[in-house]
Every structure is written in C-alpha cells, then in structure tokens.
C-alpha cells in the first residue's frame, strides 16, 4: 500500500466519522483529531515512507553491485577465524581511485537463492567479527576503510543470540572507534538499527539519497506503538528517518544524490555519484596524522544528542 | 533494534507495579500468585518473602541496596529528553515524559551519582525501567558520559547497572546514536585504567546490550535477569524458531560466555564490593 | 605397568632370545642388540614414566587447589563473549602475596563428574579465548599475570576443530607475545603440547618437580613411532620431558621441588613452594619497564632451539 | 599435538610417493586408479591429466610453480637439523635425517628463498612434506625466522607455503617451542607492514597450524588441502566421535572461517600475484 492509498483510505474514514457527528449529533472530536493528526504526518512525511520503500527495492544496487561498479578489483576475503563466515556482510581488499582501500559491507543478495543464503543482508555475530577482522587488517597496512550500509537489521536467531550478537555489535563499534585508518561509511539502502550502526561508526557517514536510517523499522516501530504492522508509512513519518532528515539532524555528513527515479533505474549513475563522494572524503582524511582519527572520531559521536535543561549538546564535526 | 518490554512477564518471575497500584498495600507477586505486603517486598530487597520471586527495584531501591548507608550523592546531570524529532504516537512523546516523570518522581530514566561500596569509592549509573522502559535516548547517553567522565577525572570505578528495554524509539536516529556515544565514554575508562563494571538486570536487551553494558571489564548479571539483543516475538516471527526453556535468561548468557557470574540480589553488594577489592587506586585511598 | 616390570619383562626376552641364539645357532644379533638398547633406554629414563605418572596421579593438586592454597581470594571470571564458556580453562582475580595478579589455568577437575564437565583439562577453542580476554583484562590494569598448565593437550573433538582450535591456540601465543604485563607461566602437572603452550609463552616458564612438558603425550608419540601406546615409558624417556630434562636443555627457567613423595602426599608443600617460587619471579620482574617486556619475552623464545652447520642458536634469558 | 599423516590417502586425493618409485616412468594416481605417464603428471602442475587428482609436490616443484622464472635464489640458512635428544625410535634420529636428505636432495624440509611473482619480490618459504612429514623442527623455525627477518628487511612480501604433519617429535620440547618462535617471527612483519600471505596445502595441520600457518594477514588454502589441529583417529579414539565427511578439508576450513580463499592449484600463482598488487612498498619498487 503506497502513502497516497492510505492518505485516501484516512480520508474517507475521516468523511465518514463526521458524517456520522453531523448525523447523530455525537461529539465525535478526539477521534476526528487524531485521524486528521495521521493524515497530516502522513502528507507531512509522505517522502519517508517512499524512500524506504526505493531503499528496499528489490533491484536496487547492492553493496557487490557498487563494488563491481566503483572498484578497479575487488579482492574477497572470508572467515571471522572463530568458527564461521557469515555471507550476510562482505569484506576484502579493493583498489579505488588508484589506491588499496578495504571495504565491508552488508550483502542482501541479488536473487532468491543468494538472499536465503545472505539472510537478507541480517549479519550474525560471525558477520561483525568478520567485518572486525577484515578492517583490522586495512588497519595494520594503513589502508583507509569503507563500509557500505545496507541491511534490514542484525539477524534475530536462536544462534546469534547464543554467539552474543549483542556483545559482537559493542565490540564492532568499540573496534571501530580504535582503528586508526581513516573510515567512510555509507549507507546505500537500508540503515537497519543495531545491525546498521555495527559496521557504521566513521570519520564520515554519507547516506544515499534514497537510504534510509533507523533506530527501529517503521514496521517494528508500528508494531511496538499502535501493535499494527501496516501503520509502518506512519512511523516512517515520525522517525525522521530519510537521508535529508538525518542531515538536518546533523547525525551525517552528506547526502549523496542518486539519478532521478532511484539507484535502481541507473546502477551506473549512483555508482558514479557515491565513488565521487567517497573518494571525495578519502581525499580529505588522507591528508589527516592516522594517530588523531580515533579521538576525532569519537568526538565526532560522543557529540551526537539533544537533551533540554542543559548546556546544549551540538553535534561536533569529527576530522575537518 | 528496539525489544518490546510488554510480556516480561512470561519468562521472568519479576513483576512492574502497574499504574494506579503505587499506593496500594499488598502487591500481587508474579511468581507465586499471592498478594504479599508491599512494605515486606520493600524491606526484602524487592525479593518476595514467599517464593524468592524477584519484584523491580526503582533506581532509588536499587541504589540504596548497594551502597553504604547515607554514601550516595546524586550528581546526575539536571537535563531532561527533548524532542527532537516531534514524536508522536498514541499521545505526544513530551506527553509521555511528564508522565513518566510525574510516576516516578525522576526528571529521567538515569541516575548518576558519587559513592561508596564496602568503603570504597565509585561513580555509579542506575536506569530505572519505570521510565519508558529504562530505554536510552540522548539523555541516558549524555548522563552515562558524564559518569564516566567523572570516574575517568576520580580515578574511581564505574559500575552501570541497566533495567533497559534498549534504545528509545521516540528520539529515532540520536537513540541508536548514543550506542557509540557511549562507547566512546567507556574508552575514556580505558586510558586512565578505571575498571568499569557492568551489572545487567532484568532488563537487559536491544541497543544498551549492544552497546557499553556489554562492554564491562567485569560483567554481572543477576538471577532472574533478562539478557538478549532481539525480542523472543521477532525471533519467533522472522526466523520461526523455537526458543530455548532458557532463552535470553541470566544462566543462558553465562552458559554462552557472555557474562562473568550470575549472582543472586541479596549477594549482589558484597559481590561488588568483593571485585572492589581487587583493584587499587581511587583518589581517597 | 610400572618401568620396572617392562624392564623385567624385556629382560625376560632378552635372556630367551640369547638362549635360542645360543642353542640353535642363529644369528640374533640385530634383535638382541635392539632390545638391550630398550632396556638401556629405560632404565636411563625409567625416571620420566615415573614422573609422567605422578603428573597425572589423580589426587594431583588442580589449579583450583593451587589458588585455594596460595591465593587471598580467587575470583573467578567466565565466558569468552563469543558463545562459550570453557570450564577447562578457568581463569580470574586474584589476591597473591598482598597484589591483585591475574590467573589462568587448566582445570582438570577434582572429581569424576567435574573431569568429565571439564574435559580433565583438555580446553577448546572457547577456553583459549577466555584466557585471553582475561589475560588482556589483567593487561589493562597492570596486573601480573600467572598461568598454570595442567592438560593432557588440546582437546581433539569435532567441534574444536569446527571452532578452528589451531588458530585459537596460535592467537593464545600470540596474544601473550603482546601482553604488556609480567607473565610468569608454571607447569603443574601435564603439559600436554599445543594446549599447554596456548597458555605457555611466559617471561619465565616454571616447572613443578613431577610435572612433565611434552611436544606429544608419550602414549601418541609410541603409537606414531612403534604402532604400540604400551611403549609409552620408553617415548617418555626418548622424549625428554621431565622438569630436569627440560632446564638442562635450557627452555625452561626453574624446577619447583615437590615434597618427597610428590604433590599430592602434602599439597600445602608443594603449594608452599611453588608460591615462594612465583612470587620470587613476580618481585624480579616488578622491576622492569611493561613496555619492554613484550620484546624481551619474544626474544627469550626467538631464541629457543638447537641446530647445526650454522651459528648455533642458543638459549637467551629474557627479562634478566 | 602431532598428527600421524600415514593415512592421507583416505580423505584427499593426493598421494605421496613411494620410495623406490622415485624413478619409475608410470605412477598410479590415487584419484581414479589409472597408471599416469610421470612426466605428464610433471609437466601438468603435479595434477593427474585423467582425474585432475593432485599429487604432492616437493618444494622445488611448487616454487618452480609460483614464481616468475628464473626469479628464485635460495637464501635457505645453511643449517641442518641437531639431535638435541639423542632420539632413537626404529631407527636413531640421526639416520632418519640422513635418509630424508638423500631421498629428497634438501638439508632440511624448509627452503627459503627470494623470488619474484608477477614481477613483485617476494620472500617465500615452502615446507617439503618428504621430508619427514615436513614437520617442524628447530631447523623449520630458523629457517622462518631467517626468512621473516630477510622480509621485514626487504620490506617484502612474505609468503609461506606449508606441507606438514605438524611438530617433530624426534626434537621434543624444541619442536614445540617453534611454536612461539615463529610466531615471534612474525610480529616483526606487523611492526614493519609487511604483509604475510599464508598458503596452506596438503596437509598443514599440528603446531605449524597451531602457530604461524595460522596467523596470516591473508590466507589460502590450496583446494584438497588437509587442515586441522588434531589427526581424526585421535579424535576418534578419544571422543568416540563419528566424523563429518568435509571433515578438515580446505572447504571445511573455509566454512568455519578459518581461510580466506580455496584455490586450485592451477590458479594459485595468479591468485597471489593479484593478493601481491594490494600491497604497495618493497624496496624494488
Ligand atoms: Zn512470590
Ligand atoms: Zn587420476
């Protein structure tokens, strides 16, 4: 159901009840209030909901697309050395721009076959320990890190919770924290959460246009609020959670244009528009001491909040 | 990732005084189903005089049956949340604060303060879940900074203990944000060389799990504890999975080496104030 | 079957071989010569087996009565956070001689139920992984770490080598190759290969008197050599395991005296003088600047071995 | 732990030879059983034509495989196994050396050497698994040690290609100390970032997995490598477990994360030539 069904759909309810006021001559207000209420988040936000929907479209570049797309070989590495490989995050060695980056990256996978088998871009604990691993490795020889964004959330099983997916997440972005090689992230579909923020802490986090970043998924989000999945454009709406919302909120750095339709219409468009901005900020950061990144990168995040009834808390520009 | 908090009750015997019973005088126990004498459950440490069942502890009961006598001193930050994102879902998100604020008697969910444990002296962080659920927004991780800033600035442990539902929805992007916000804090611990001590409640889950509570030095559970990253229902939803008898429990995470011990509520003091001990340093010793 | 009945046995044939030798007028020479060669080696060595079984005498003191024995309090610390807990292996806080140190150690068990929960010390790959977390934690605070080898080896199971027991114990090494703290390492009873140096790499390696340190367990080493594990006394003595062997051939730094008899005939001895032994080491090495230890413990084992036609390489004392 | 290797053939198609066919013109592949033409198993990689079964190589024959031609200068130290132990099993120590050295032609089972692969210089060290189960010895972890030395001087890659049983019994405690000393080893590389590419073949298993082998920056696994810690009938015997038909192949090593990369051996050179084209520096270039 698109936003503009279920504007529709509100709206005749909406006819319907005051009608029914008219009619009856029941006061019928505070139910009145609250559908126009959703009906104007909903028109407010209605881009949100699109753009998770462009996020999550299936035949929207994956982080392996990008990387056939924007590197000069990508050169795959496996294994967290701890007992798995976990195919729902990639990682290796690859030349961009002329230089030997690392990069990692959620996979959701290209078909049915492949998505099974990568859950969907869901990592398990094995898939941040892997991740972990591989941007150590970039680390010990210098090599700046990209990490690509683009999964539903980290995967919800018996098995993850067993292997501490919790504890892999915290010590991912503990890792990440200490590297002292410079890192862009990006997120390029979906910034599910946990499992999101797991492979996200940087110097700089981009965001594709159509991308969106969560604390929760709108369905989730729905679910937890209103116990009513379908409500997920709505909580989309309230989660300020498309890419232009998270730059407003100062929470990333830049908002990188896709072509006109979506990433999915022109691989080769969004492509070219991501390599330009990573390669941008690599630029940048090359020419930063590789000692000061970890505590400019934590005050980059340990600036990040709004709280009232304090000295305001602002959000601090890590390495510039 | 946000866990629902609303059927603890299945799986823990632990029970969160509803709305509207504050005042009264007998509680039921979820336990063993009797109505006990809610000042009985208070003076047993929130422990049920009839079957051990273990009730929630408000940040001030946890606090008091930690720290030695009239040792604690609130230094909590004096911010409340914003609302950044105008949040609204069945009542306004500002709405909701005053309610939770006017429930349990606290600007927020977080109380930091100086104190002492068995003689000595350390910072420490208690969520209170009666607050939206203990859940972490900017608030939580702007006190549990400040905290640590502190013990980092004392030399003094830090000891956390969380009763968290996991990142606060309702403050959307700066919640998951104050995962590595507070990461970044915990490093602090770590250059000067101040044990951090995480103690996990019940509970323990989502973003906060993800974050610094399961980064602690030591790491603490108590019995009874919830522990877990994703709720039980979107496990069973997205993977269709049976889960364990002892799924996300307190013996559950130590069987799986994710926390040190598990100790029961009446042991809890002395077994801080036993890890205390082995470390050296505080500016008052 | 003791040293001395397989002495008498083999003696037995010896005297029957020369009888039919003599008699028929075969010549047995090479068969004889053989088997006097295996009574000599015996009874050279027919203290090895001896103290192989006194290693692994079942009321041997554990790790556990060590520091019930020796320490201010133990507490003890669980869990490698990636999905284990290896009983194996235990490991924590401790209180030695006035200090807080840090103490790992396999744990064989002091009871049948416990041996078998523990794997009478065998450890997988989850108690080489706690080890170093809690050896890493004790780095973090400066606490002297003292480890404790007690395993017959590794433990071979499927799911360890699921689990990549190899890399585990590789890490193990490592690991304490970095450590930036005091490590004093003492061999209790067996040590047992691989799974005792994943806990080994010490700047001193202390050995009790009965314990024994082995690159394979006797009985593996007669199976690969003779097809025969009952030839174990005579790999015991071919391999030179015992604490005396091993501080003449200079790998190991001090032989800990055991009360006559053994460990288990008076524990609170032999507790007694192991724990003048540690502390003695921990005193030399209090002085030292952390920041060098790491090369001075590499450079003691980058010294270990003995070849020929080269420069021969010799055995440096690290940390003196 | 020592792993026996007398029963390779039963789980990898590859197959030793015997002595005494050192000379003979046809060898029997244990792949499919058919008498192969020796030379035209020489000139095809040591893979049988028929089957594509691989056959072990000796050192020179893999170097001669990976590197550029003519780019190979041996720069093994010129040292020889000791026998610290006076080891006597059905033959002394001693003897075994001798008979090694004169069936394969090598001092030792390690050789050591300059290179170059695909124009990049390169340090590689290959383990010869005739040589007495190309185990290691005091003399294997000089040779890496030698050779790690000449990389972090160089600023060049280093490269192991290991064969081995594991550690050598015959020199005891030693044996088992080559365990830290190469792993010694190669913490200089990190100190200087060089790279260290490690090439498991069949079979790498023992204290050689257990040390150095196992902590490359990259790893790979040659495709019909044996790979694991303990020999399958002392797990067997021990845990009286039945064992997984993968069990300890280079896919089962894959699987459990343990390698980067399965590779045929016929891709095996240009897979490190395209793993070298990463690394910037070595002083060549
Ligand atoms: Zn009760
Ligand atoms: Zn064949």
Known sequence: ?320 | MKVSWFRRQQYVQVRLDQKGEEGALWVKCAGCGDLVFRERVRENQGICPRCGAYFFLTAQERIALLVDENSFQDVSKPIVAADPLGFVDRQPYVGRLKEAQQKTGLRNETVVGRARLGGHPVILAVTDFRFIGGSMGSVMGEQLAHAVGMAAHELWPFILVTSTGGARMQEGIFSLMQMVKTVTARRELERVGVPFISVMTYPTTGGVLASIASLGDITIAEKGALIGFAGRRVIEQTTGEKLPAEFQTAEFAFDHGMVDRVVERRELRSELVRVLEFFPGGRDR
């Open chain 1, 1 to 320: 159901m698109t936003v503009e069904d279920l504007i529709a759909e509100l709206q005749e309810k909406l006819a319907e009840l005051k009608r029914v006021a008219r009619e009856n001559g029941r006061d019928l207000t505070p139910d009145i209030a609250e559908l126009e209420q959703r009906v104007a988040q909903l028109s407010q936000g209605r881009g949100a909901w699109d753009q998770v929907q462009l996020a999550r479209h299936p035949s929207r570049p994956t982080t392996l697309d990008y990387l056939d797309l924007l590197m000069d070989g990508f050169y795959e590495l496996h294994g967290d050395r701890l007992g798995s490989d976990d195919s729902a995050i990639v990682g290796g060695l690859a030349k961009f721009a002329g230089r030997t980056v690392v990069v990692v990256g959620h996979q959701k996978g290209r078909n049915l076959a492949e998505k099974r088998a990568r859950r969907s871009g869901m990592a398990g604990p094995g898939g941040y320990r892997k991740a972990m691993r591989i941007m150590r490795l970039g680390e010990r020889f210098g090599f700046p890190i990209i990490t690509l964004i683009d999964t539903p959330g980290a995967y919800p099983g018996v098995a993850a919770e067993e292997h501490n997916i919790g504890g892999a997440i915290a010590d991912s972005i503990h890792a990440m924290l200490r590297l002292r090689t410079p890192i862009v992230v990006a997120v390029i579909g979906e910034g599910g959460s946990g499992g999101a923020l797991g492979i996200g802490v940087g110097d700089r986090v981009l965001m594709m246009e159509n991308a969106y970043y969560s604390v929760i998924s709108p369905e989730g989000c729905a679910a937890i609020l209103w116990g009513d999945r379908s409500r997920a454009p709505e909580a989309a709406a309230a989660l300020r959670l498309t890419a232009h919302d998270l730059l407003d909120l100062g929470v990333i750095d830049e908002v990188v244009r896709e072509p006109p339709g979506g990433a999915h219409t022109d691989p080769e468009g969004a492509a070219r528009s991501l390599g330009e901005a990573l390669r941008r900020h690599l630029d940048e950061l090359r020419g930063m001491v590789p000692g000061e990144l970890p505590a400019l990168r934590g005050s980059k995040f340990r600036g990040m909040g709004i709280c009232e009834g304090a000295v305001p808390v602002t959000h601090e520009q890590g390495g510039e």
